[in-house]
């Protein structure tokens, strides 16, 4: 049984860091595309970052390139985004998602292409 299991969300000032962490059971990681989306108040969930099955490849949404990264440790199985210079645009939960896939695939960052899901992170950025 897979499960995505968030952490590392909280409060922080503009300018500010966090790092989000996806511990995952259930699956391989090098068998899984891994991706970060976020959903904010009164909007529809989001595309942030994806990590290719074998980790070689990544892919960002426009709005976050330059600021976070997305990174994963296989010996611990947990996948990782790195948030930096944040910004009150970036406040909301903050979902894991995997898809079995390998290499890329097309369209990383369709949240419905994913099958698995973890229960989410708020991150609240204040201004």
């Known amino acids: 049984q897979v499960q995505l299991v968030e952490s590392g969300g909280g409060l922080v000032q503009a300018g500010g860091s966090l790092r989000l962490s996806c511990a995952a059971s259930?699956?391989?990681?090098?068998?899984?595309?891994m991706a970060w989306f976020r959903q904010a108040p009164g909007k529809e969930r989001e595309f942030v970052a994806v990590m290719s099955s074998g980790g070689f490849t990544t892919y960002y949404a426009d709005s976050v390139k330059g600021r976070l990264t997305i990174s994963r440790d296989n010996a611990k199985n947990t996948v990782y985004l790195q948030m930096d210079s944040l910004q009150s645009e970036d406040t909301a939960v903050y979902y894991c998602?995997?898809?079995?896939?390998?290499?890329?695939?097309?369209?990383?960052?369709?949240?419905?292409?994913?099958?698995?899901w973890g229960q989410g992170t708020q991150v609240t950025v204040s201004s």
């Open positions: 259930g699956l391989t990681l090098r068998m899984y595309n």
């Open positions: 998602a995997a898809r079995r896939f390998y290499g890329l695939g097309s369209s990383p960052d369709v949240a419905t292409q994913y099958n698995y």
